[in-house]
């Protein structure tokens, strides 16, 4: 059965996801999480729901799913410290530096690939298992054959696909619009969410939420992931509340265990949090809905029905969804720029039959034929469980030994001895449960008895072992092991490469209709290509590719190519011909990545720094180039800005078109070609 994969951003919400049907929980730390607005969880957090999970055969995933520059490595391998030493069930890594610290130096961690990495196609996949992970969490952007055929090429690792939550409007990870717009990095957990804002067409005048995306619900196709052999299912919401998360982990617990969900099932997901709600990617194809929330980006929940009649303070609504004093309500209005406005209130209802519900309301509001949504529902709060539950102990195997005048215990490179008078016991009982019996009795600390060894070299044969000096021993003992804390492993620095490494050109002079391109830009004695961050047709790129880099080798120049996402390293592994380089998308975060990349790629001639970052330290492989004078994409998206937001069909499409926008106090350019969109905003 796949696996029921839900959000915590809290214990709380945790506890409260296995309760209502999880198989397995992810969640952030306070630090290096991709959700900074999440509660989050700390170590003594992350020691509970270690050992709930153990002891209920739940699964536990911790997210490090940011890039990591070189000044906090430190503190995340502090960090690793506390969560090898607890142990979890797969960390999910987009940063492949730390991921490579991770497989050398934490090796009981097992490694999971973030959909930060924006893994999309068969070879990306194929890749990262050669690298050591054991799961990869693929892109949102994938329908289900899409889906399907790489489980089919890649059967020998764990898939995760994402059924249900937000959509993003640019690919997770290559998004840019929140750091060049706000300075708040969403590679860093800081995104701003300029998709949900409002912009302007400039050709209409038109404004709107042009890049808001519905929400994905996957509802039966489910069944569908489950029946191709998909691991895991996710379920996006670190965010959001313990009842959305109650409501989803119940609603695809329904359909998993009898087939389908419940009508109750159904309304309980709209009123805890639910924008326009679709299959998002999973049924991808021309003409299709668009995939865009509509009008507004924010919690509709379930339309209630018309305000029919008005007396004062008194409204009646025409409806058959049940409403109770204390549910949610709210209503639109239009905002001075023609765009919808929410007004929500909480419901004091007066009268309430079959078919219609009399609520007071504000006099001086008229609600006459306005249509209201139900957007919480009172009855489903969610009673908060308990976070009093024990920590997680490491069980260590301990060794005893007796001797006439002493006792000794010894574990982790630790020996405690305590000196005693042996005498016969009345009752004669085996000495080795007594001590099993002690030392299993841990209190507060965090290792407790794993198997005993226990040996009796005195000349007592039944000896008698008082209670308070072996509980005084015990203490002694488990004080003594509480001091070998997890050491921080010396992770190597990298060593500088033997290599011709080269200073890249201003990442502008490579930029032709898009940011990426196959077209060949000569500067000195190199002809550079850019392979683009995305695509859905990985061979026939290739294929395309390898002919253009193979009629400018031919020309006799030294082919340099840019690599821009992890799919193509096995590209460059096949092809030693040709010089590459770390393009702007591959992110080069830390020395730790560029070695990385230098060891899986070599012919690696350099490669550009991450470009929110204009300064390294510590001791690189390589000198990175800087990023300057170059423009990022905000958005790299799969859907259609002419289709999706203009509601074009895609009947006749030339698949080239141009568009701009503007949001105050930037304009941008909107390109779509064949069918992928890129936001550009304009110096």
């Known amino acids: 059965m796949i696996e029921l994969a839900l959000p915590s951003g809290s214990l709380e919400t945790a506890l409260t996801a296995f309760r209502n049907g999880a198989d397995a929980v992810y969640f952030g730390l306070k630090d290096f999480s991709a959700r900074k607005g999440a509660v989050n969880f700390s170590i003594e957090d992350l020691s509970k729901i270690r050992r709930y999970s153990i002891e209920n055969g739940k699964k536990i995933y911790l997210t490090i799913n940011t890039l990591i520059d070189d ?61 050591g992970f054991e799961r990869v969490v693929l892109s949102r952007e994938l329908s289900l054959k899409e889906i399907e055929m790489i489980r089919q090429d890649c059967p020998d690792i764990e898939i995760k696909a994402f059924i249900h939550g937000a959509l993003c409007y640019g690919f997770s990870g290559l998004c840019s619009a929140s750091y060049l717009k706000c300075g708040r990095s969403a590679n860093g957990g800081e995104c701003a969410q300029i998709c949900r804002s409002w912009f302007n067409e400039e050709s209409t005048g038109r404004k709107g939420y042009f890049f808001s995306m519905e929400d994905m619900r996957a509802g ?5 992931l489950n029946r191709m052999g998909i691991d895991s299912a996710k379920i996006e919401g670190r965010l959001k509340s313990p009842e959305y998360v109650a409501a989803v ?49 924010g919690h509709m929940g379930i339309e209630c029905g018309p305000v029919v009649k008005q007396s004062g303070a008194y409204a009646t609504v025409e ?6 004093s204390h549910d949610g309500l709210q209503y639109f209005t239009q905002d001075r720029f023609g765009l919808p406005q929410s007004n929500k209130f909480s419901a004091e209802v007066v009268r309430s039959d079959r078919f219609s519900v009399t609520l007071r309301v504000d006099p001086k509001e008229n609600l006459g034929g306005r249509t209201l949504y139900k957007i919480s529902d009172s009855t489903k709060r969610e009673k908060t469980p308990s976070t009093s539950i024990p920590t997680f102990r490491k069980a260590v195997d301990i060794e005893v030994v007796l001797s006439d005048s002493a006792i000794c215990a010894s574990a982790l490179d630790k020996t405690v001895t305590r000196e005693l ?58 004080a003594a092991l509480e ?86 390293v096995r590209f460059a592994k096949e092809h030693p011909e040709f010089d ?28 550009y720094l991450w470009f929110e970052r204009q300064e390294k330290s510590g001791s690189w492989p390589f000198e990175p180039t800087i990023v300057k004078g170059f423009e990022m994409p905000s958005f790299i998206s799969r859907t259609c800005y002419r289709h999706d937001c203009r509601g074009e069909s895609c009947k006749g499409c030339r698949m080239n078109w141009d568009y701009k926008i503007s949001q105050s106090p930037d304009s941008f350019t909107v390109k779509v070609r064949n069918c992928l969109t890129v936001v550009q905003r304009l110096k």
């Open 249 to 297: 982990a119940r609603y695809y617990r329904g359909i998993l265990d009898r087939g389908y969900a419940t009508e109750t099932e159904e309304q309980d997901i709209c009123t805890t949090f639910a924008r326009k709600q679709g299959p998002g990617y999973l049924d991808y194809c021309k003409d299709r809905p668009s995939l865009l929330s509509g009008d507004y980006p």
């Open 319 to 324: 409806t058959q969804v049940p409403i109770e």
């Open 71 to 131: 000044g906090t490595v430190d503190k995340m391998l502090k960090t690793l410290d506390d969560v090898a030493f607890y142990g979890n069930d797969g960390i999910i890594i987009q940063d492949l530096g730390i991921a490579r610290i991770i497989k050398d130096h934490y090796p009981s961690l097992a490694l999971h690939a973030s959909t930060q990495l924006a893994v999309h196609t068969t070879q990306g996949v194929k890749q990262l298992q050669n690298m």
């Open 421 to 478: 008078t042996l005498q016969e016991a009345k009752n004669p009982i085996d000495p080795s449960q007594t001590v099993a019996k002690h030392f299993s009795e841990s209190g507060d600390s965090a290792y407790t008895l794993g198997k005993l060894s226990f040996t009796n070299q005195s000349s007592v044969y039944n000896p008698f072992l008082p209670p308070s000096v072996m509980k005084d021993f015990r203490r002694q003992f488990y």
């Open 220 to 224: 039966e196709e489910i069944l569908e």
């Open 580 to 607: 590459y380089f770390a393009d702007v998308f591959f992110y080069l975060s830390n020395r730790f990545t560029a070695m990385e990349i230098a060891q899986q790629v070599p012919t690696l001639v350099g490669g």
């Open 483 to 568: 001091s070998v804390k997890p050491v921080t492993p010396q992770v190597p620095e990298p060593e500088k490469i033997q290599r011709n490494f080269i200073t890249l050109p201003d990442r502008s002079l490579l930029a032709k209709d898009l940011p990426w391109s196959l077209e060949p830009t000569v500067i000195g004695k190199r002809t550079y290509f850019t392979m683009p961050p995305v695509t859905f047709e990985e061979s026939a790129l290739f294929d395309k590719a390898l002919k253009a880099f193979e009629n400018a080798k031919a020309e006799g120049s030294k082919v340099t190519i840019g690599l821009n996402n992890i799919a193509q």
